[in-house]
Structure formats: structure tokens, C-alpha cells
């Protein structure tokens, strides 16, 4: 594959969890998409997708225009699920089951920038007190994209980056952007700053579910941030787009 990717100056992923809760759904997600449309990355992952939502984000100019959905009519979606969103044309789609009490799965895609392939991968990871199931799950997921040499796999893992056994899961040749772009703890689960979250979450909660990982020959995070930390105007109590903040990472050329 070629470095002609990288005459563009960079490569712009989001990650976000948009609640399937029912708390103002339309408002909140009104205002999700409008936060995204901002930015305009040039891969997009969500998790926690419903038919309303998916509903809303075809029906986007900016997404009609410009961008593919993985899964644009929900085949693959039960009562919720994942869809990655590509600026560039999706050569391949697949998902696979992962094993779960809960319907998880991983979302794959391959697309093509500029001669490099990128394999582009979200999951939403078991949920609740079961570490052992999403280590099996990470064994699937990182099984399936070892051949791949350009990799970004994000979404809701539902562990914490400072869970050491947990992380230990993580295939060693994934850099964790947050952490290598950003010193900040970037809590995606915040009771503290997230009034949301808090009217849902007995006590206090704060927790970096929400990842994106990169293993590739010659890209680098350089920057991160979260995205979706102000509440919509005009709602009482306060109401932010979802329970989870997005991420979204800009990665570079690392010179290779």
C-alpha cells in the first residue's frame, strides 16, 4: 500500500454511545448530529443505534451528501446496535457475532484512502459485572482483524482504562489514542460533569468506557478530545446529547 493517504493532513475518527434511552431521544439526538456535522470526521462510529436514530441520521443532508452507513436500513440491528460511518466508500462490509448474553457484535469495514486500506472496526462490549465475557469477545475481535495492517477498532468497551486486568485484554500492538494523545483523564462516563448520566447512575461514576485504538504502519494519534460536554439549550433539568461524551481522534502521518 502507498503514503498517498497522506498528502491529506490528517485522518478524523468520532466514537459515541447514543443512549437508546428514552429521555428526550429526538432533542438530544438532534443535537448529537449537529455536533458531529461540526466536525465532519472522516469515520464515524456509533453504538446504542435504534431504528429512530438511524432513521434520523439517514435523513442528514451532510450524511445523504457525503458519507455511507454500514448498515443503512438496520439489517443487522435488533433492538439496538452499531453502524460505522464512512466519508470514504465502503469496499466491504462484515459483522460478527462475539459471544454475548446481549446480541454484541463487531462491525467491520474496509475502506480505501488514497491507496492505503484501512480496516475499520466498532464494538459495544458486554455490559455489567462480565469481565470474562468481554475478554472472549476482545479474543474474537483481535483474531479477526490480525491481518489487517491498518486498524482502527473503537466503540464502548464498558471497562475503564485504569481497569489493569481488563486492559491487559488489549492486544499489545493497539496504541489507545486517548492516552497517547491526551494527558487529560477524558472520563466518557462522568456523573460529575454529565447531568444525564448522573439521574441514571446510583452514586458517583467516572470511567473511560469509550476507546479508540490504532495499530497501523505509518499513522499516529495527535490529538484527542470529547465531544458532546455541553447539555442542549433551553432543557430543565439539564439535558446533554447522550449518557456517554463521544471521542474523536485526529491521527498523522508517524513518518514510517
Excluded at 495527535?222 to 471521542?247: I, N
Aim: charged fraction near 30%; aromatic fraction near 8%.
Amino acid at each position: 500500500m502507498g503514503l498517498g493517504f497522506w498528502r491529506r493532513p490528517s485522518l478524523s475518527v468520532l466514537t459515541w454511545n447514543v443512549w437508546f434511552g428514552l429521555e428526550k431521544p429526538v432533542r438530544r439526538w438532534t443535537r448529537l448530529l449537529s455536533d458531529v456535522a461540526s466536525l465532519r470526521p472522516d469515520l464515524i462510529a456509533f453504538q446504542e443505534v435504534t431504528e429512530p436514530f438511524l432513521e434520523m441520521l439517514r435523513k442528514e443532508s451532510w450524511i445523504r451528501r457525503s458519507y455511507e452507513i454500514s448498515d443503512p436500513h438496520g439489517e443487522e440491528i435488533a433492538s439496538y446496535g452499531s453502524v460505522i460511518v464512512s466519508r470514504h466508500p465502503i469496499l466491504r462490509r462484515e459483522t460478527l457475532d462475539l459471544e454475548s448474553q446481549m446480541g454484541r457484535k463487531l462491525v467491520l469495514v474496509e475502506v480505501e484512502i488514497e491507496g492505503t486500506t484501512w480496516t475499520v472496526g466498532t464494538v459495544h462490549l458486554e455490559s455489567l459485572d462480565s469481565a470474562a465475557t468481554r475478554g472472549r469477545q476482545l479474543e474474537q475481535v483481535f483474531e479477526r482483524l490480525a491481518p489487517a495492517a491498518d486498524v482502527i477498532l473503537l466503540g464502548d468497551f464498558n471497562f475503564c482504562s485504569s481497569w489493569e486486568e481488563e486492559n491487559e485484554r488489549l492486544h499489545p500492538d493497539f496504541v489507545d489514542a486517548w492516552s497517547a494523545a491526551s494527558s487529560d483523564p477524558g472520563f466518557t462516563v462522568d456523573t460529575r460533569r454529565n447531568a444525564t448520566r448522573a439521574r441514571k447512575t446510583e452514586g458517583e461514576r467516572r470511567t473511560r468506557f469509550d476507546r479508540i485504538l490504532v495499530r497501523s504502519r505509518h499513522a499516529q494519534p495527535r490529538s484527542a478530545a470529547l465531544v458532546g460536554t455541553r447539555p442542549v439549550k433551553g432543557e430543565a433539568p439539564p439535558l446533554f446529547p447522550s449518557d456517554h461524551f463521544g471521542v474523536y481522534c485526529r491521527l498523522t502521518s508517524s513518518g514510517v
